[in-house]
DNA sequence: GCCGGTTACCTTTTT
DNA sequence: GGTAACCGGC
């Protein structure tokens, strides 16, 4: 990563940009009208032109707040403004920037009555999506009988992928749920109710607010010239990854002012799972026609043997815009493949190799260990427990959808948002002798009645409910009687819910700790609908030690992360581990040409994180239990590729009981 | 009728 | 560690 740093007067800023960009980036920076697109190759600088393009755009008097910049993650975004600050000025600061999915909720809240919702929405996560298929699915009946009927979680999957890639739930279950074809009446008609409990509820899942946003922007002309003309200078980051709803939503964004600009790299598309496509990209041009093209193809990143044999993944793709990386940094040490006896010598070698890295100089913070999913790593996770190693996770586990979050959270979103049915079943079951049934007899009641969680406190219940939900009025009486500040009514939460957490986990002291996280993290909020939103949309996704991470400490610790979560970072060394044909590629991957291809993009993601050391690992002779198969060859995006490109050594079954 | 405990089975990636 | 079907007890 090129470094920046410096505040000059504008005059001098602007020569001294130019002079720290190679000519490519500069042409990028400085483009001013129309639109453009930007083929960014791994490692080329995409983030210090973007960056730059702000603080230029910025410096020449732009109004900050015009400026979208939309990104992938919440962070990403920060960090470029922030990057820009320190080149510019704290104007940059003020720069429109965020998520598709949040410049959406964004927008939204302000035409909430457009969209049907005359008292706002709530966002429901992915998880409360499968609970309201999972009640629909029980109302209905589907649940026994029908053996091979698709749970809850398969269906939201059907439903999600319908949406982002704009086709109907019959077209997602012909073309990847074959097996299903003959539920194909039925998943259509529960998807059906799904849409039509969320209106009734007041519910807004991740796929609506792109969906609502594209709605609102086309079905209301003068909200879309009023909302497009406040954007002067749109630019798109990680173009590669956006599906059809987004590209629709940029269309209508720049239909004023047509000032945007898109950066990507078809080679690191990797969210196609989630209805991205790639073609986005080679689209561009014809949608918006005129589009300058500009490619970085400079890599600033790894040395030459890597990027050797990351061009060489990359060149078997089935299909890519050609383009071919290169570097100034000719000397580096040769990728190495490795294969060990079992997972827990891999473990242990990936723990010896840190060790010794570490000893010549290399700080933890600056190695990382990637792989396919997030169970992949809970071996090593042991043995760097073992070892006293500290590291931090990103990916995989999701905090903010264990259930003693999603309990707390439940009591919180009542308050803002009287008819979650959901949640007010979810704090209903968590009291003694009240189930299903009673909660649901307990929520009609209430429903009915605009007063929410008064209407509980109010409402008589017979006898033998009235005794157990005692508690839980009072602590309504309590929360509505006192004026508590977010946090305040975090601690409240946590007193009235504690005696149910040790109840239902026996490993209540872990969870304990998580929630007065929780309450860490409400000090920062002054609404509660905001706190909630943020939860929702940008859910804090790194742990250690499967511990929620509250600051974003320097400190030197060793990062472990999935691909997915590891794209647009670098590190000196990287270790891929389960480079094993069947883990990665996936084994649900291998039987379909456009996820095989994706999973090769995912590769190549991965190892061109690297700047100095590039491991590949593997253990060998793997019985995978759900593959119901032997896994025993190194995956086959690294075969045939000569021992000078890609050194193979084995280590066989080594005695690890080594001094430490 | 309803709640809650038990058992067998599967587990990609994320806004 | 989570889900869903099943069973026994109140």
């Not at 026996?506 to 609404?527: C, G, H, N, T």
């Not at 389960?578 to 991965?606: C, K, Q, T």
């Amino acid at each position: 990563m090129q470094q920046i740093s410096f505040k000059e007067d504008s005059t001098k800023n602007r020569i001294s940009l130019e002079a720290m960009l190679n000519p490519s980036q500069w042409e990028a920076v400085a483009f001013r009208e129309g639109s453009i697109l930007v083929i960014a190759g791994a490692g080329s600088g995409k983030t210090l032109t973007l960056t730059c393009r702000v603080a230029s755009l910025v410096n020449e008097g732009i109004l900050p707040r015009s400026i979208l910049l939309l990104t992938f993650t919440r962070k990403a975004a920060q960090e470029m403004l922030r990057r820009a600050t320190d080149l510019l000025d704290n104007r940059c600061e003020k720069v429109s920037g965020g998520t598709f999915h949040s410049f959406a909720n964004t927008i939204l809240r302000q035409y909430a009555a457009e969209m049907g919702f005359p008292n706002g929405y709530a966002i429901i996560d992915r998880t409360d999506a499968e609970d309201l298929i999972g009640m629909i699915r029980k109302e209905m009946n589907f649940s026994s009988k029908i053996r091979s009927f698709p749970t809850k979680k398969t269906l939201m999957d059907i439903f999600s992928r319908a949406a982002n890639k704009v086709l109907s739930i019959e077209d997602i279950v012909f073309m990847e749920y074959v097996h299903f074809s003959s539920d194909i009446e039925t998943i259509a008609r529960i998807h059906r109710e799904y849409r039509s409990r969320k209106i009734l509820h007041g519910f807004v899942d991740y796929d609506d607010l792109l969906i609502d946003l594209r709605n609102l922007l086309y079905e209301h002309a003068e909200i879309c010239d009023k909302i497009s003309l406040s954007y002067q200078y749109i630019m798109v980051d990680e173009y590669q990854d956006t599906n059809k709803i987004q590209a629709e939503i940029l269309y209508l964004l720049s239909t004023a002012n047509k000032n945007v600009m898109v950066v990507g790299d078809d080679s690191q598309s990797i969210y196609a799972f989630r209805g991205a496509n790639f073609k986005n990209i080679m689209e561009f041009p014809k949608v918006f026609p005129a589009a300058k093209i500009i490619r970085l193809e400079e890599n600033y990143r790894s040395v030459q043997p890597i990027l050797t044999l990351t061009n060489m993944i990359i060149d078997r793709a089935v299909e890519k815009y050609s383009k071919r990386l290169f570097t100034q940094k000719k000397e580096g040490s040769t990728p190495i493949l490795i294969n060990t006896a079992d997972e827990k010598n891999q473990s242990l070698f990936v723990v010896q190799t840190i060790y010794e890295l570490n000893k010549r100089g290399i700080p933890f913070n600056d190695m990382a260990i990637l792989f396919r999913a997030g169970f992949h790593s809970f071996d090593l996770e042991i043995e760097l427990g073992r070892e006293g190693i500290s590291f931090k996770k990103v990916g995989g586990f999701k905090f903010m959808e264990s259930a003693h979050i999603k309990d707390v959270l439940a009591h919180l979103r009542v308050l803002s948002h009287p008819h979650d049915r959901l949640s007010w079943y979810r704090i209903l079951s968590l009291i003694d002798n009240i189930g299903p049934q009673k909660a649901h007899m307990i929520y009609e009641r209430i429903a009915g009645e605009q007063a929410g969680y008064l209407s509980l406190v109010n409402n008589k219940f017979p006898s033998h409910i009235e005794k157990h939900i005692d508690r839980l009025k009072q602590f309504f009486m309590l929360l509505h009687t006192k004026n508590l500040s977010v946090c305040e009514l975090g601690e409240a939460v946590l007193k009235y819910y504690t005696p149910a957490l040790k109840k239902k986990f026996d490993d209540y002291p872990k969870r304990a700790k998580d929630l007065e996280q929780l309450v860490v993290i409400m000090e920062r909020y002054q609404s509660l609908v905001a706190f909630l939103t943020d939860m929702a949309l940008e859910p804090p996704n790194t742990s250690s030690e499967n511990r929620l991470e509250t600051d974003v400490s320097t400190d030197d610790r060793l990062t472990l992360s999935t691909i997915h979560s590891a794209k647009g970072l670098e590190w000196h060394s990287i270790f891929i581990i389960w480079a094993l044909d069947g883990r990665f590629p996936s084994i649900h991957a291998i039987d379909n040409e456009a996820s095989l291809e994706e999973e090769r993009r995912l590769m190549y993601v991965a190892a061109t994180r690297a700047k100095e050391n590039l491991f590949f690992i593997y253990p060998q002779d793997i019985y995978d239990r759900s593959a119901g198969m032997r896994l025993s060859r190194p995956t086959r995006f690294l075969d045939d590729i000569p021992d000078e490109i890609l050194e193979k050594r084995s280590e066989g079954i080594r005695d690890w009981s080594y001094d430490i």
